[in-house]
């Protein structure tokens, strides 16, 4: 047997990760703060190209080795079937969607900065409702999903915390919008033939 880089978009946005928060940790400090935080209400700027890189690259910050191992575990754990449900392309850009929406929706609205890859967690949750499901139908793990876990954030973004909620919700909304818009394709069947 042999190890296998079974899910390359999912691997390679964990490994990414981990080596900017080593990296921030012990030779670049400020790293995180710099290239993969976007600010909050305010501070983006249209003719800074950090204002633009971090839009996207903010998910791949986080605060410390807890924040990551929180994200990472749900990530690791979906990624991989989501990857072979919609194709490894067309994850990768529901993440680049995901990020963006997120980082330029904190960068209009909140006051605080926003790094990590809580919104792609959501995302994913809420995506991965619907891989078994027919154009036309809801299907009722995706309604117990949005129940359970965006309630619970709507329920929380009235707390005091640093932790954006609305990131959480932002992510959930853009994985509810892939999931009906994109549906999975069937097993066996070549990407593009669904």
Not at 57 to 73: C, K, P
Not at 90 to 113: D, E, K, Q, R, Y
Not at 127 to 140: D, Q, V
């Amino acid at each position: 047997m042999k190890i296998k880089y079974n899910a390359p978009v999912t691997l390679t946005f964990a490994f990414l990760s981990a080596a900017v928060l080593i990296l921030d940790q012990t030779l670049l400090h400020g790293l995180t703060e710099t290239w993969f935080a976007v600010g909050g209400r305010g501070s983006f700027s249209p003719g800074r190209l950090r204002s633009w890189v971090t839009l996207f690259t903010h998910a791949a910050g986080h605060a410390g080795w807890n924040h990551l191992v929180s994200n990472f575990s749900v990530i690791l754990l979906i990624g991989p079937i989501l990857e072979l449900t919609y194709g490894s392309f067309s994850l990768l850009v529901m993440m680049l969607i995901t990020a963006l929406v997120t980082g330029a929706l904190n960068a209009l609205f909140f006051p605080a900065g926003l790094l990590g890859a809580s919104g792609v967690v959501f995302m994913m949750i809420l995506l991965a409702s619907f891989t078994n499901f027919k154009r036309g139908e809801i299907p009722l793990t995706f309604i117990l999903i949005l129940v359970l876990y965006l309630g619970q954030e709507v329920m929380n973004f009235f707390r005091s915390d640093n932790i954006s909620q609305f990131a959480h919700i932002a992510g959930g909304f853009c994985g509810s919008l892939f999931g009906f818009l994109r549906p999975a394709r069937q097993a066996g069947m070549p990407p593009g033939l669904t």
